[in-house]
């Protein structure tokens, strides 16, 4: 007959072995949580800053900026327009003075300061005026400015400003230096929500082979590797499932014949250029619509260059008709002869759950209004 003291004996027994048949599978769970977060502590930062999801988020876009004395205080002001705002991050598009001015080192050292002092991870791209167009100065070499744009710029995997992020980097040496091949660093790569982002290092001046001179092999060079670039980073994106691409780069290369003034004219079937200048853009235009077909979802593609803001699809293909998942953006640029007219940034409102992804709003910073001042 069992007492009361062996049924306390057998309750107490029964639940110990309740208690481990419970607490050890949860005890395993969490130390395979533990071993796994610390493996993803302890593993490289890829270039993805999927933190938030796919959330919405905002970005910055200007470039060609300053070009004048005048402008250094209006580019702090769009600085401090910048800083005001929850912004992913900022960038660049290239030309950090104007394609007439020498290239001394305090025009990099300046931008330099300019980028630090943005609150949101700054990206930066080469412009023509920082390196290309350096040989309209005697005494300085294209090449040998560009090598001091990788070296001031582009030394880290990271990019500037006061907070940073972690990008790709187009290691392998495929683009040409001073002394022979060197990597195409200032061509990056990251992830941002669900967003695929690059760099390309494409330039005015017909890419290095017109101007004053010119140089074939630097072009050839780079141009190959910005295909390269270009066409991993579509297949990057189809393999993570983004939802967009966004390209950054500073040369308008001309789409079609409409703008005269601003691009250089190109037949929109053949992307042939038809003004008679040597086409540094052609081989890798159309190597940029084949992707964008493929890929089908939302790309954008931002430049500079010609100082004319404007959201379009210029983009066509082989039979004339409108790429509709490619939007050109122009960011604002250069008025030297109006001071801080043009002085102004792109708001680029991202969210990967919309249709189209991207929307855009321009953003005329108050302290820059010239011809019709703030009320």
């Not at 988020?57 to 005048?70: E, H, N």
């Not at 791209?125 to 005494?139: E, I, L, M, Y």
């Not at 014949?257 to 053949?270: E, H």
Request: charged share 20%.
């Amino acid at each position: 007959m069992m007492t009361t003291k062996d049924f306390r004996l057998d309750q107490a027994k029964a639940g110990r072995q309740t208690f481990r048949k419970l607490f050890f599978p949860v005890l395993a769970v969490l130390a395979m949580l533990t071993v796994m977060t610390g493996l993803a502590a302890a593993a490289p930062d890829s270039g993805d800053d999927d933190r938030d999801g796919r959330g919405s988020y905002a970005i910055g876009l200007w470039g060609d900026l300053p070009y004048s004395t005048a402008q250094v205080a209006g580019v702090n002001n769009l600085i401090a327009d910048m800083n005001k705002q929850d912004l992913a991050f900022t960038a660049h598009d290239g030309d950090l003075k104007a394609g007439s001015g020498e290239c001394t080192d305090a025009v990099y050292t300046q931008a330099l300061t300019f980028f630090n002092a943005l609150r949101a991870p700054a990206v930066f791209t080469p412009g023509d005026n920082d390196w290309t167009d350096c040989d309209r100065t005697a005494g300085y070499s294209s090449l040998a400015q560009l090598e001091k744009e990788r070296q001031l710029f582009f030394s880290t995997p990271f990019t500037l400003g006061q907070h940073r992020l972690r990008q790709q980097v187009q290691s392998a040496p495929t683009c040409l230096g001073l002394n022979g091949n060197v990597a195409c660093v200032e061509n990056r790569r990251w992830s941002v929500g669900g967003v695929t982002y690059a760099t390309l290092n494409i330039q005015g001046s017909c890419n290095n082979l017109c101007d004053v001179a010119p140089d074939p092999a630097e072009y050839a060079a780079r141009n190959q590797s910005n295909i390269e670039w270009m066409q991993e980073t579509f297949a990057q994106a189809a393999a993570r499932g983004s939802a967009a691409i966004m390209f950054i780069t500073q040369a308008d290369p001309g789409f079609d014949k409409s703008d005269v003034t601003r691009a250089p004219l190109r037949d929109p079937k053949t992307l042939a250029e038809t003004d008679g200048q040597p086409d540094g853009f052609q081989q890798f235009l159309l190597a940029l619509r084949a992707q964008v077909i493929a890929f089908r979802k939302p790309v954008a593609y931002v430049h500079g260059d010609s100082h004319y803001f404007r959201v379009d699809r210029p983009f066509q293909d082989d039979q004339g008709r409108r790429l509709e998942n490619f939007t050109r953006v122009e960011t604002f640029g250069d008025n030297q002869g109006n001071g801080n007219n043009d002085v102004h940034w792109v708001k680029v409102l991202v969210d990967p759950r919309s249709r189209e992804v991207f929307a855009y709003q321009a953003q005329i910073v108050p302290a820059n209004r010239i011809a019709v001042p703030q009320p």
